[in-house]
Nanobody
Framework: QVQLVESRGGLVQAGGSLRLSCAASGLTVSNYNMGWFRQAPGKEREFVASISKSWSVTYYANSVKGRFTISRDSSKNTIYLYMSSLKPEDTAVYYC?????????????????WGQGTQVTVSS
């Protein structure tokens, strides 16, 4: 059974940084395309970042490019999202997920297993 468990998020001031982790069980993260999404109150869940199983190619939403970094630690079977220069508009519940296929990793319908989500709040 696949299980993805995000670390606790938190409250951070604008301009600050935070690292989220997503520990996987029931699968090997290096064998899967993985992604981070977020959902703000009243909004649809949106793509944040992805990392491919092949060559660890990363891809970011324009809104976070240059500020967020996705990475993978195969020895810990965990992926990370390092977030810096945080803005109030980054406030959301953040989810990690696995994608069953390749390509189009910015599309939510490519993902089939999800974590429970973790709240990140950025104060101004």
């Amino acid at each position: 059974q696949v299980q993805l468990v995000e670390s606790r998020g938190g409250l951070v001031q604008a301009g600050g940084s935070l690292r989220l982790s997503c520990a996987a069980s029931g699968l090997t993260v290096s064998n899967y395309n993985m992604g981070w999404f977020r959902q703000a109150p009243g909004k649809e869940r949106e793509f944040v970042a992805s990392i491919s199983k092949s060559w660890s190619v990363t891809y970011y939403a324009n809104s976070v490019k240059g500020r967020f970094t996705i990475s993978r630690d195969s020895s810990k079977n965990t992926i990370y999202l390092y977030m810096s220069s945080l803005k109030p508009e980054d406030t959301a519940v953040y989810y990690c997920a696995t994608a069953g296929g390749s390509g189009g990793l910015d599309r939510i319908n490519k993902y089939d297993s999800w974590g429970q989500g973790t709240q990140v709040t950025v104060s101004s």
